[in-house]
């Protein structure tokens, strides 16, 4: 038999939250499962919603609900999910709050299974009235979903979910189109002489991520090019302090970019010094490629990047110790190639999009079957 699930997103851009719902709906079992996408207008979703219909999956946009015209909306949204008649609701949350008028709409549905993806816990937005929605909203969700066990013990720290209405379910990707050659071309523009260490981050431009962190550690590494891949608000200031510190000429912002596998293949060393993180998939990439990983010794990224194995971890916001830790990797190639392929099969072991795919299934099947037990 095969069943409807009405996968729902809030969110305007395209993210690892994004990308991790698509290797989602890009791996569920056809003759067992169904997939809708429900969206709202954003122009930020096109990769999302393009690599959604390449897929097969039926993509529906929805009216945008918000607190101040939820009397009006919340009936249309509703009605959406009524069209599909849908054993499960599945919405993808980039903060605990998010997709909470989904849920809602999913609860006065009677939505048989409803499960909800928190794919990144930001503590300083909880407050009690974050609180109070949280608990109405939670009543209505059979399973809460968390991409790392940072994620769940928050969850349960904070809003007093029991154990048995969280999953840890960790993030994954294809290990297949990483790890190939460098592409010799790509690293000879990038930093003018293919044997200059090449430095590469994958990161939205914001706060979250400590970029302003990588800025002063590339001041401290002269020997290097750094290229940092993707966009965002903080982009203008990051280029201001590249400038400032002198580093326009070796410091690279490419912007959004198609070919993240060719650059990972092609770079030295992947750097992420974020501040706060669910499970970032850029470490994942970079240890699918079987590149070392020198990173923020935070919640989430120390699940993925295990510290002298996989990569070299250093407190978060310290310019010093990420410089240190990138110049051990760049200066000792041995140890490189140890962590990388340490890294790789870590990857092929614990976080192919497969296994994330099966679990989340048996999730799925779990909350069904206790249903019709009732």
């Not at 039926?58 to 918000?66: A, C, D, H, I, L």
Request: glycine share 8%.
């Amino acid at each position: 038999m095969t069943r409807t699930v009405v996968h729902f997103v809030d969110t305007d851009t395209f993210g690892g939250s994004e990308q991790s719902l698509l290797h989602l709906l890009e791996g569920l079992d056809r003759a067992r499962w169904r997939p809708v996408l429900l969206h709202h207008p954003a122009t930020g979703l096109a990769r999302l919603l393009e690599g959604a219909a390449a897929a097969g999956v039926t993509v529906r946009e929805v009216p945008r609900v918000r607190d101040g015209n939820v009397v009006c909306r919340l009936p249309g949204l509703v009605h959406a999910l009524a069209a599909d008649r849908p054993a499960v609701f599945h919405a993808h949350l980039n903060w605990p709050l998010a997709c909470k008028f989904g849920l809602v709409a999913a609860r006065i549905r009677r939505v048989p299974a409803v499960i909800g993806t928190v794919q990144l816990f930001v503590a300083a937005l909880v407050n009690r009235s974050v609180r109070f929605q949280q608990r109405i909203v939670s009543a209505g969700v059979h399973r809460y979903v968390a991409v790392s066990e940072e994620v769940a013990r928050r969850m349960a720290t904070c809003f007093g979910l029991s154990p048995g209405k969280l999953r840890v379910i960790y993030n994954g990707i294809d290990p297949g189109p990483f790890g190939g050659p460098p592409d010799v071309r790509l690293r000879a523009a990038l930093t003018g002489d293919p044997h200059r260490p090449l430095v590469l981050t994958l990161a939205r431009l914001a706060p979250q991520k400590g970029l302003d962190t990588l800025v002063a550690a590339a001041q401290l590494l002269p020997e290097a090019v750094f290229a940092v891949a993707g966009d965002g608000p903080e982009r203008g200031a990051l280029e201001a302090q590249a400038a400032t510190l002198g580093l326009a000429d070796r410091m690279r912002f490419l912007g959004h970019r198609q070919d993240v596998p060719a650059l990972l293949d092609s770079c030295d060393v992947l750097v992420l010094p974020s501040l706060f993180e669910g499970l970032p998939l850029a470490v994942l990439e970079a240890m699918a490629a079987g590149k070392p990983v020198v990173a923020s010794r935070i919640g989430g990224t120390d699940e993925a990047v295990l510290d002298g194995v996989t990569g070299l971890l250093v407190p978060p916001s310290d310019a010093r110790a990420l410089a240190r830790a990138v110049r051990e990797v760049l200066s000792d190639p041995p140890l490189a190639r140890r962590l990388g392929a340490a890294g790789r099969a870590r990857v092929q072991a614990e976080f192919s999009a497969r296994r994330m795919v099966s679990a989340v299934e048996a999730t799925y099947d779990e909350v069904l079957a206790a249903r019709e037990r009732r």
